[in-house]
């Protein structure tokens, strides 16, 4: 006879361990603080390649004129825009993903702490389907 309480808790288990349990688990090894000083690095060497890419495109508005007037032409307010833009950028970036990726290691410790609570629970059952005068066999 299948035991349906076992197989719900394995099948819970396994669709975790499957699915983002893969991740989670792995990144159990770190501490808060690696985690979101890895995740800030990520986060600044996207948001700077992103802005530099978006920079570039907005330069174009202003290549005729550059071409034209070579040397002439100021650079100081063109520079000066780019960096005020860049710093805005990065600020408010880091900000949302500092918030993002602490909710994130929270959830995710909270998944763990489930799954590991689970697994203790799923032990547990099955000890007591065994009973204590029965054997495995090894």
Known sequence: MIDTKKVTMMTGLAIYEQGQGKEERKLR??????????????????????????????????????FSQGFGYN???????????????????????????????????????????DLYELDKYLKEQKGPGKHTGS
């Not at 808060?32 to 530099?52: G, K």
């Not at 860049?86 to 290691?105: C, F, H, S």
């Open 29 to 66: 090894r770190y501490s808060r603080r690696v985690y979101l000083d890895i995740r800030r690095l990520i986060s600044f060497l996207c948001l700077t390649a992103a802005y530099i890419l978006t920079a570039g495109l907005f330069c174009l508005r202003y290549i005729d004129d550059i």
């Open 75 to 117: 650079y100081r307010s063109l520079l000066l825009r780019l960096g005020l833009i860049y710093l805005l950028t990065i600020a408010v970036g880091m900000i949302i993903m500092e918030r993002i990726y602490k909710r994130r290691y929270d959830t995710m410790i909270e998944n763990l702490k489930k799954y590991d609570k």
